[in-house]
């Protein structure tokens, strides 16, 4: 008999990186060129996004499975290249170095998100990307490119319904701020950014990542042949769209 044993990861090599604005361009094509051959070991993120002092910044989340001494190596291509601002790279609890996102999502603000998948992040992207983001209309909002690859990318394009699995980033802009009289601006900046960035997009865009529920948005995110499969399930098992408060595939009509 098949015994399944979940070994979890107790202790990695991670934590933040954190470079000036100005560099951001340099940083992002030098992130993207060095996660196209990251091992698996490696996960990360690069966001652009606003420090507690309300300095903008370039900021990579990193996390390696594996010994510290393993883990300098295998990121010193990508931290080695001048000063950063901040270096809190080191062995941590696993649950620590995961908090660490919540810093950049505080609980009670409102919140607006648009994302997509990119395959590589050329200069005209990471362009549109930085000159964008220095205009964004509250200092909680930031952009990141979610970095995928590894097992993710290896499972066969028909297997499950998630799309876009050659994807390098899915490319996600979280618009966050205070006001419900901040909405309708707010709302426009993260939707004109998300549409500027389209024809550097590679298709599609990952459904948890998405405040949009329009019909024709969300057959994108799977493609016509998964989301016809999609509702045939739906169909099948609720008819009545009982489960409708979600990035909702309707019955068939």
Not at 51 to 69: H, K, M, N, S, W
């Amino acid at each position: 008999m098949f015994e399944y044993r979940l070994h979890p990861v107790e202790s990695v090599y991670g934590g933040l990186v954190v470079y000036p604005i100005d560099r951001a361009r340099e940083i992002i094509r030098r992130y993207d060129d060095f996660v196209g051959s990251a091992p698996d070991e490696l996960g990360s993120l690069l966001v652009l996004g606003t420090l507690p002092d309300g300095t903008r910044a370039v900021i990579l989340l990193i996390c390696y499975c594996g010994a510290e001494e393993e883990g300098k190596r295998c990121v010193e291509p990508l931290t080695g290249a001048g000063t950063p601002l901040m270096n809190q790279l080191g062995q941590m609890p696993y649950e620590a170095l995961q908090s660490i996102v919540e810093q950049f999502n505080p609980r009670g603000l409102r919140n607006y998100w648009r994302s997509s998948f990119l395959k590589e992040v050329r200069a005209p992207a990471a362009d549109s990307m930085v000159e964008q983001f220095l205009e964004a209309p509250a200092p909680y909002t930031h952009v990141v490119l979610y970095t995928l690859g590894g097992a993710v990318a290896r499972v066969a394009r028909d297997a499950t319904a998630v799309e876009n699995r050659d994807a390098r980033h899915s490319f996600l802009i979280v618009g966050m701020w205070k006001d419900e009289s901040e909405d309708e601006r707010n709302i426009a900046w993260v939707r004109a950014l998300s549409s500027s960035m389209e024809p550097f997009s590679s298709g599609g865009y990952y459904v948890n990542f998405d405040s949009e529920s329009a019909a024709d948005r969300v057959k994108s995110a799977y493609g016509q042949e998964k989301f016809g499969r999609l509702q045939a399930l739906k169909d099948k098992y609720d008819p009545a769209n009982f489960f409708r408060l979600n990035q909702n595939i309707r019955p068939s009509e």
